[in-house]
């Protein structure tokens, strides 16, 4: 998490930011990662549907988000390293047309198994398709304007949480949960269309140079800092969705709110998490460190107060909007600080490796939520997420402190 630039990032972006901010071609990212994103979680909000159809239980359902997320983590950087020398804008439009192939194979899959191995394939396209979005807008702009566009491009997650799967279950609700992902297969079609309109070429990071020809990540020297913001992806992730995972069970049984008034309540935070990405794209570039420790300790604080609070809805209403506005900013820092962090000769890889660490925050967190409540009690849940949260804290501190003695002790070697 150190504040320095590589001086080869600016070089990077100088070409596109000489001319304009690519907006259009931003937004048509920002559209893609919406498909992406409702694509992997859809199946959550229409698991009684297919559960029906096919005569499965729910839980062996739910496993059709579980597969996904680990195709992605097993996969994700593999695909990146073996498609490396692939032109970037070409990489994009074939992934993501692929998982328009995958939501049509799952619209027309005749048995749940069918339907699995359309839910790998999709998975497949997944990885390889944030592998290069995540990259993206490093080449497109220079470094004061890397937060803005990383801000633009997640937005489409933020939306995706706010509109996307809501939207995908009331039209699985009137017309079938096939017609959810065959709306998902229309819109890959307009957006590819779009995309390879709007979207800007970029060089290939991944072919070889005169001066490199053949040097192995593994001897890059930002390679650390790579793998740090890793596990800070991960510890992150997971503090969040260990609560986020059983946060309407949560609702439900122990602030005992009506079951009318959920959808409301994560719409609420969905929207507010918007909020917090228009936010910290305006304002993380002028205070990056500042405000990514801000934001932890905020989300530790409200965690810590959240139990205290469940005898009332009303503050319960304030305090989840709260960590959806401050969470909602905390992966466009992550993004961001990665793609600053890493060469641009390993963008590509460390892409893949974010996307890697998601998942498996995403996927530890909901399991470690889990266990905890299987051994202590759902009312203490915010506590574990807190104290999560507390170890992602003293990770980036630490990291900080030993960032700026090792500047200091180049500082006196000069």
């Known amino acids: 998490m150190t504040s320095s630039v590589?001086?080869?990032?600016?070089?990077?972006?100088a070409t596109a930011t000489s001319e304009h901010f690519p907006l259009y071609g931003l937004l048509a990212l920002s559209a893609a990662i919406f498909i992406?994103?409702?694509?992997e979680f859809l199946p959550g909000g229409l698991i009684p549907l297919i559960a029906a159809e096919f005569g499965r239980a729910p839980a062996e359902v739910g496993n059709l988000i579980t597969v996904f997320a680990l195709t992605v983590i097993l996969t994700a950087a593999p695909l990146a390293i073996l498609t490396r020398r692939i032109p970037r804008k070409m990489m994009v439009l074939v992934s993501f047309a692929l998982i328009g192939v995958g939501n049509i194979a799952t619209v027309l899959a005749p048995t749940f198994?069918?339907?699995m191995a359309a839910r790998v394939l999709g998975a497949l396209a997944h990885g390889a398709f944030w592998s290069v979005v995540a990259a993206y807008p490093a080449y497109l702009v220079g470094h004061t304007q890397l937060g803005k566009a990383t801000a633009i491009t997640a937005a489409g997650g933020s939306v995706a949480g706010v509109l996307g799967i809501p939207v995908g279950n009331a039209l699985g609700q009137a017309f079938g949960w096939r017609a959810s992902f065959g709306m998902l297969a229309v819109l890959v079609a307009v957006v590819c269309a779009v995309i390879a309109w709007k979207l800007p070429s970029i060089a290939t990071p991944g072919a070889p140079s005169a001066k490199n020809p053949s040097?192995?990540?593994t001897r890059d020297a930002t390679l650390p800092a790579v793998l740090l913001i890793c596990v800070l992806i991960i510890l992150v992730v997971a503090a969040q969705t260990s609560f986020g995972t059983f946060n309407v069970v949560w609702l439900l049984d122990v602030v005992h709110m009506p079951a009318a008034s959920v959808p409301v309540m994560l719409f609420i935070g969905g929207a507010a998490s918007a909020v917090g990405v228009a936010v910290t794209g305006a304002l993380?570039?002028?205070f990056p460190?500042?405000?990514?420790?801000?934001?932890l300790i905020s989300l530790i604080a409200l965690l810590?107060?959240?139990?205290?609070?469940?005898?009332?809805?009303?503050a319960v209403w304030i305090l989840s909007a709260m960590i959806g506005a401050v969470f909602g900013g905390v992966p466009v820092m992550l993004?961001?600080?990665?793609?600053?962090?890493?060469?641009?000769?390993?963008?590509?890889?460390a892409a893949a490796l974010q996307t890697t660490a998601f998942n498996v925050g995403i996927g530890g967190g909901a399991f470690l939520g889990g266990t905890f409540i299987g051994q202590t009690s759902l009312e203490a849940l915010p506590y574990w997420a807190a104290a999560v949260m507390v170890l992602a804290l003293a990770t980036a501190v630490s990291w900080e402190v030993h960032s700026k003695r090792q500047l200091k002790k180049k500082g006196n070697g000069s």
């Open 289 to 295: 460190i500042r405000l990514f420790l801000g934001a």
């Open 304 to 314: 810590t107060v959240m139990p205290a609070a469940a005898g009332s809805q009303p």
């Open 36 to 39: 992406s994103m409702a694509t």
């Open 284 to 286: 993380y570039s002028r």
């Open 215 to 217: 040097a192995p990540v």
């Open 335 to 349: 993004q961001t600080r990665m793609m600053w962090s890493a060469s641009p000769r390993v963008r590509t890889t």
């Open 113 to 115: 198994e069918i339907l």
């Open 6 to 13: 590589n001086p080869d990032q600016t070089r990077v972006g």
